[in-house]
Each structure stands twice: as C-alpha cells, then as structure tokens.
C-alpha cells in the first residue's frame, strides 16, 4: 500500500530565516505530487505541482520554491520567511489523471 | 476564477440524524468531485468521490452530483458523534491536475 511521509511535524521559525520542508511516498512510481497550504480556518492553497522528476509548476507567485529531485521526493523551499507563510503545509500524491489525491500528515509552520 | 463554494457552518445536527452538506462549483469543466473529512489540526482523509450525475452510496455516506445544476452534496445517515469535522469539496476538470478545494462546512454532531 501507499504511504506518504511528511517532516517535520511542526516547525517554528523566526522571520527571515531559511525553510525546507520534505515529502515523501512510499508504494507507488510516478505520483503526482503537490504542495498546498492551508492558513487556519482557511481552505486548502495550491502552491506547486509536479507530474515528474525536475518538473514543477508553480500556482501562486511566493517567496516559495519546490523541488523534486527524485520521483518520490519532494521539497518545499524558502530563502527568508515571512510572517504569512505561517501555516498548515500538505503534501499529497495522486496517480494519472482527475485521479485521487492522498494527503500526508502535514506540517505546521509557525513564523515568528 | 474558477470556484468551489461551501457553506462554511457550522451545521449542527443531532446523533443518529441526517446531515446534509452541500457544495456548488462555477467552472462547467469539472468533472470529478472528492468529498474530504479534515478533523482538527490533522490533514484531509478521502470520504468518497463522484464522476457521474445522481447518487453514489458507500456505507453511511451518500454523495449526489447535478452537473446540470453545477451541484455536489453529501449525505452522512445515522450521524455520530466522530463524525464531527469539517468536510471539504473538491473538483478537478478534465486533463488538468489541478483540484480545487472549498473552504469546507464545520460539522458538529451533538451527542
């Protein structure tokens, strides 16, 4: 079976100071996989989504960058964070086409 | 601006009652829907999803679908207490990989 794999659980970062976050999945080759961001009481943010190793597409313009150096890793980056990237972080994978997404366990980011 | 609007609640229903959960969508392209259950400070679970019109059953969940009338629901029967969370809805169009959540309805089942 599928497992997805976030760290760390949470993070608390002052800001201006660097960040990076890692996904990965376990079961399955190929995955989609997307960065999204949920600030509290919001609703879930599309940052950035990858269907392949070294390819990324960024949805929203950010301090943010994302990484995919293996077909099953992916890396949420920062060079200096700010106060409203404070945050719930969810990596999720999908196979195929308008196919499922599976969350991780997510990542909460507080910026101080 | 493609949208997927959700009451945001909370509903409050009483243990053992029907609760209803309704979500509408303004972009006619989409074509599956994902019903979410996020419970407080964890990450979203998928309940079920829906790619045709009418009614899909799983258990105590039923989702209904009227592309027609851009229209996605969830049904919960026999509500429990656990199943207190706040619901998200989803859609994604055809060939695109990019799903867009509602800011989802808080559920309370009072005990």
């Known amino acids: 079976s599928q497992t997805i794999h976030q760290w760390p659980a949470t993070l608390v970062q002052p800001v201006g100071s660097p960040l990076s976050l890692e996904c990965t999945v376990e079961g399955t080759s190929n995955p989609n996989l997307y960065w999204y961001r949920q600030a509290a009481g919001r609703g879930l943010q599309l940052l950035f989504y990858?269907?392949?190793?070294?390819?990324i597409s960024s949805e929203v313009p950010q301090n943010l960058s994302a990484s995919r150096p293996q077909d099953r890793q992916f890396i949420l980056s920062s060079k200096k964070l700010l106060l409203s990237d404070s945050g719930f972080y969810l990596c999720?994978?999908?196979?195929?086409?308008?196919?499922?997404?599976?969350f991780g366990p997510g990542t909460r980011l507080l910026v101080l | 601006q493609k949208e997927v609007e959700q009451n945001s609640g909370p509903l409050s229903v009483p243990e053992g009652a029907i609760a209803s959960l309704n979500c509408t969508y303004s972009?006619?392209?989409?074509?599956?829907f994902f019903w979410y259950r996020q419970y407080s400070g964890k990450s979203p679970e998928l309940i079920m999803f829906?790619?045709?019109?009418g009614d899909k059953e799983d258990g105590r969940f039923t989702a209904q679908l009227n592309k027609a009338s851009q229209y996605v629901s969830l049904l919960i029967r026999d509500s429990q207490p656990s199943d207190s969370a706040t619901y998200l809805c989803?859609?994604?169009?055809?060939?695109?990989?990019?799903?867009?959540f509602g800011a989802g309805t808080r559920l309370f089942v009072k005990a």
């Open positions: 999720a994978w999908s196979v195929g086409e308008q196919e499922t997404q599976y």
């Open positions: 990858s269907v392949g190793i070294g390819q």
């Open positions: 829906i790619y045709s019109n």
């Open positions: 989803a859609g994604v169009n055809t060939g695109g990989f990019k799903t867009i």
């Open positions: 972009d006619r392209g989409s074509q599956s």
